[in-house]
């Protein structure tokens, strides 16, 4: 009986593990599996400098398009903009949540678990993209 005890709890361990993991996994795994692969890339500081240069003088709202972990987005609400990342992975989107908040500028961003091809843009003044060449 304790035996069987044991066994069923290392059977829920080992499935609760496996789940877990899958649900972690999959956001980053299925862009790939796409017919365009869109993976997720940080931008770099130097990336991010040159979005910020190239925003300097202008006003109004601000999208990122494949947003990730929402560096883009953060950093132009730092200058100001009322921003918007849109990302298909939740993962990406909720920690770009939590860093926004943490970085203070929680009020003036927002990111959308969204698919980049079913939205419309037509609002923002600025659409920054960086991605894959197909994509593009």
Known sequence: SSRRCWGQLVTAGVGGTLLALY???IPFVTPALR???LPFVPATSTQIQNVLK????RS???VDIGSGDGRIVIAAAKKGFKAVGCELNPWLVWYSRYRAWRDGVHQNTKFYISDLWKV???CYTNVVVFGVPQMV
Do not use: P, T
Request: charged share 10%.
């Open 60 to 62: 109004g709202s601000l």
């Open 54 to 57: 190239m925003l300097e003088n």
């Open 35 to 37: 017919k365009v692969c």
């Open 120 to 122: 419309s843009f037509s």
């Open 23 to 25: 649900a972690v996994v």
